[in-house]
């Protein structure tokens, strides 16, 4: 049995409505939106990242899940693990901490386990958020929609990059890995004019993919168009090269969002600050991705994104998706 | 920082009145009552059990919570790790779909992640429940109160005896251990009556104590009234030694209730064949546990049950409870 094969057990297993065929990030009961996501180590954080920052982080992921719905964070349950003598937790939970308080993101509980001796660890939460007159579902891209990205793609990618050269690198870049800022009040201003609307985590390709699935159609992207920061062009360049770099890197936690062209998202009450970008369209026609650099056909890159994170139990694609190009 | 520290950390972190201070198996949210359990190979299952049976249990001990609470099952997020091929996981969704389909818990979401190769599983499931008109807590038990259990103890825990001594043992305390079953019905029956309710999950001793300190009371149990089941009683006897087993062996899944002595549970409309036993009394004073049998004092056993579980997010107690003889 494959991994593949393990989603598609899940899907069939979850039939209620509620989780909406596990196509999407969250689960809808009554008024809630909620999510959970678990992150181990050696897979998703270093052994060396500061706990601090993967207490963060874990606060931050799920988060983005909630912001990705427009939903107002409700409360959190965490599942951890404890191997050790607890230095390695305390300082996890200082992040936990400040990522709850800087977010309004109430702790309610949750489950504390040992491991046993040299496990890596693995940490979890639920966060549970209020939903909006609108929850966007992934599924919801129409034909003739712009797409659009709130925030930046490649920074977390290219501190890891830099991490992974060198364990003491330092930098506005490190610190975005480290620190992943979830987009809530873009989500919820998004939320109510979205057809479609995810949190990009895995890598905008990876993820832009999934929408197209999830909605059936065609998602065409414009390379040159991708919002990259100026500590991510200082690092790596501005090129077709690097934009395919921030497009597959993952830990963005930007939102993309399917609109209609008649709405600019300029003229919604976003935050001062945030930066929303058109980086593409979605077209009629076979579930597929396509890319273009400077008005040219750019062949898909082999890796779209980081897929060490199997699913939200939203599956991978049965068949794989036609190149664009 | 001790493992005890980290719990009194997280209590320090949980201050909304939802988190009910940590005291309690789970969080309140509007109607919803939200329980997260995690289970660890090594820890919480042997690497040779049944992958099925592991399934079956992550489902029912997440639903003996929502039982202790009266609450109905909503809905249930998974948090799956895959290690390997993928066998593994296959027979333990084959478990956790019996189990979500014997009890009505639609699976909604979760997440799915790989986890490095040899690590040991960490498998997590979030359930919710909708409560009735009344959730009891674990802390509103009252000196004067009945003690009762509903339900045995000691069968789960002969039959991890049985495993430990022989992998191939079978036989109906094995079942029971491999495949416990949570006390819906019974838990929705007493809830509205119950002052106090937990599930028993770690040994009666333990939870009892737990029950004491939320309450601020006392507790004194009568081990030659708890209920073993002839299962047990064959196998392990019926002594003082095999009443302490029972009474610290943990898995039980039974539920512990502190009512009025006014009320005799077998009026309520409980499921046929549930068996409720009256095993002590709530008595006022400092908190403590205090055992008898056969009307003479029983100095306590010094493991009272199985903590490793550190803690429900209800924490370990602050100073030790002091022995009742």
Redesign the interface.
């Known amino acids: ?3 593949s ?3 598609a ?2 899907r069939r ?4 409505p ?3 065929g ?1 196509l ?4 809808l ?2 008024d ?1 939106v ?11 954080f270093r052994p060396d990242d500061p706990p601090a920052s993967v207490g963060w982080k874990l606060v931050a992921v799920n988060l983005s899940d909630l912001a990705a719905k427009g939903a107002t964070p ?2 959190a ?6 191997s050790g ?3 390695w ?2 300082g996890f ?1 200082t992040g ?2 400040a990522a ?1 308080e800087s977010y309004g993101l ?11 001796e040299g ?2 660890r ?1 940490l ?1 939460m ?1 966060a ?1 958020g209020r939903a909006g007159a609108e929850v966007p579902e992934r599924a919801g891209g129409q034909p003739g929609d712009a797409l659009w990205l709130v925030g930046t793609v490649g920074d977390a990618a290219a501190g890891l990059a830099q991490l992974t050269a060198d364990r003491r690198a330092t930098g506005a870049l490190v610190d975005i890995y480290r620190r992943p800022v979830p987009q809530l009040e873009a989500g919820r201003a998004l939320a109510p004019h979205a057809h479609a609307m995810m949190d990009v985590s895995d890598g905008l390709l990876l993820d832009a993919r999934r929408m197209a699935e999830a909605s059936r159609c065609s998602i065409a992207i414009e390379l040159d168009q991708l919002p990259v920061s100026s500590a991510f062009v200082a690092e790596r360049g501005r090129d077709l090269s690097a934009r395919l770099f921030a497009a597959t890197g993952g830990d963005d936690y930007a939102l993309l969002a399917a609109l209609s062209t008649e709405l600019d998202p300029a003229t919604l009450s976003l935050p001062s600050g945030t930066r929303v970008t058109r980086v593409g369209s979605l077209i009629a026609g076979k579930v597929s991705l396509s890319l273009t650099y400077g008005g040219e056909p750019v062949d898909l890159p082999k890796r779209l994104g980081f897929e ?6 939203r599956g991978r694609p049965a068949p794989p998706v036609a190149g664009g190009a």
Chains 1, 2 share one sequence.
């Open positions: 049995m494959r991994e094969e393990v989603i057990r899940l297993i979850a039939t209620a509620e989780a909406r596990l999407d990030d969250v689960a009961l009554g809630l909620i999510t959970h996501d678990t992150i181990a180590e050696g897979v998703h409700a409360g349950l965490l599942s951890l693990t404890i003598p607890g230095k937790e305390d939970l936990v901490e709850c109430p702790l309610l509980g949750g489950d504390t386990i040992a491991l046993p496990a890596p693995v979890g639920t549970i060490h994170d199997i699913g939200h139990h």
